[in-house]
């Protein structure tokens, strides 16, 4: 057998390397070429592709953008080319200052003296971005009617968003969201005050942010809760903002799950239409920006509903957490795995639903859905097969 020599191999090495180096290099000048068109700062986004007919409304909402070092350089892009390019105010803010292309983000340590003098950083610092990233918010565009704060991995629906704030009066004190309990500050005074979960969105109007900017300063002392969105939340109850009274319809617009988790808690009515998606993959990202944008439905003006998400992401059927259903039994299994229940329904044509009682740890399939209740200790899923079209909107 003939031997190669160590010198040659670590030649050959040498050149795989170089062109892995070149191949590497070419992509990020193309992908910052691309940014470099987009012509965005930190501060705003004046962006020539801004399409009034998909995001009408759009240049009176602010959005601010939360992210990290880690986080930011690998799901930016993809939010700039996507949902992103279609809002004109934006503030991008971070854990520390990162530049992506030609975008400054900012760290939030230098929006606030108070986090200079402690020096916090990591998860630290992502719970005391609210209060500086807002205010910011509000003092780069103080003519806007709505304040909203995503995460870097939240997809929102833009004309389901502008359907939405159509209802209200932006001058009135609003916040939207979905609702929270836990605040995790100990030294609240009110155990049952709703916040808006950061990941899925906090909307703040116009009346509620001049609010907040007049009264921040009654913020601080809850700068010491374990979490920035109660903190939030907590304070804006103080100062005389509350959340929004129909609890229930923010827990159906804003979700703090992407609809290709397979729990994922869909809403009963597909009519509805989700404004929200939290934890968002790129392949979700891309998924729901087709079904916003270049849809052929959409083309017929018909609405983002929760049934053109459920076809779109070829889930296995629909799951809600902590309910019970009832229905005539096929086959019942000694099991609590809620994947394996669920697949085993989903291989029966018969089988419409599936209900998994923990403290028994069974597994039952049923043939028919005769009722469903709320209740502790079981969860309660539908079959692919069952039908979740949108019947009145057809």
């Not at 193309?30 to 962006?47: C, D, E, G, K, R």
């Not at 230098?110 to 986090?115: A, C, E, G, I, M």
Request: net charge neutral; hydrophobic share 35%.
């Amino acid at each position: 057998m003939r031997k190669v020599s160590r010198s040659r191999l670590s030649l050959c090495a040498f050149g795989y390397r170089k062109i892995l180096l070149v191949c590497t290099s070419l992509f990020l000048i193309l992908l910052l070429y691309q940014f470099y068109w987009l012509n965005i700062t930190f501060a705003s986004v004046s962006n020539s592709s801004f399409d009034s007919t998909i995001a009408k409304g759009s240049s009176k909402i602010a959005f601010a953008m939360k992210t990290g070092k880690e986080t930011g350089v690998v799901r930016l892009p993809l939010l700039l080319l996507t949902y992103l390019k279609h809002f004109q105010n934006v503030l991008f803010f971070s854990d520390e200052d990162i530049q992506i292309g030609n975008i400054h983000v900012t760290g939030v340590v230098s929006l606030s003296s108070k986090l200079k003098k402690e020096g916090s950083t990591g998860w630290d610092l992502d719970q005391h971005k609210f209060f500086p990233g807002f205010m910011r918010l509000y003092e780069l565009f103080p003519s806007c009617d709505w304040y909203i704060m995503l995460d870097d991995d939240t997809y929102i629906i833009l004309d389901n968003l502008n359907g939405f704030l159509s209802e209200f009066d932006p001058l009135e004190k609003h916040f939207f969201g979905s609702p929270r309990l836990e605040t995790g500050c100990t030294q609240s005074k009110h155990q049952d005050t709703y916040f808006a979960m950061g990941g899925a969105g906090v909307i703040l109007s116009r009346g509620a942010m001049l609010t907040l900017h007049q009264n921040i300063n009654k913020c601080e002392k809850f700068y010491v809760c374990d979490y920035g969105d109660g903190a939030l939340g907590e304070c804006l109850r103080e100062i005389g903002v509350l959340f929004h009274k129909n609890v229930e319809r923010m827990l159906d617009l804003f979700n703090g799950e992407t609809p290709s988790q397979h729990d994922f808690p869909w809403v009963r009515d597909s009519c509805k239409r989700p404004i929200t998606f939290h934890h968002v993959k790129p392949h979700d990202t891309q998924r729901l920006y087709e079904i916003d944008t270049i849809n052929p439905n959409n083309l017929e003006k018909k609405p983002v509903t929760y049934e053109l998400v459920y076809n779109k992401f070829e889930t296995k059927g629909r799951y809600y957490e902590n309910y019970k259903g009832t229905g005539k039994e096929i086959e019942v299994y000694k099991t609590d795995s809620k994947v394996y229940c669920a697949d085993e329904c989903n291989k029966l044509k018969t089988c419409k639903a599936w209900l998994i009682d923990v403290k028994r740890g069974t597994c039952s399939l049923l043939r028919s859905i005769e009722s469903m209740e709320e209740l502790p200790n079981f969860h309660f899923g539908i079959s692919k097969n069952a039908d979740y079209s949108c019947k009145y909107l057809q």
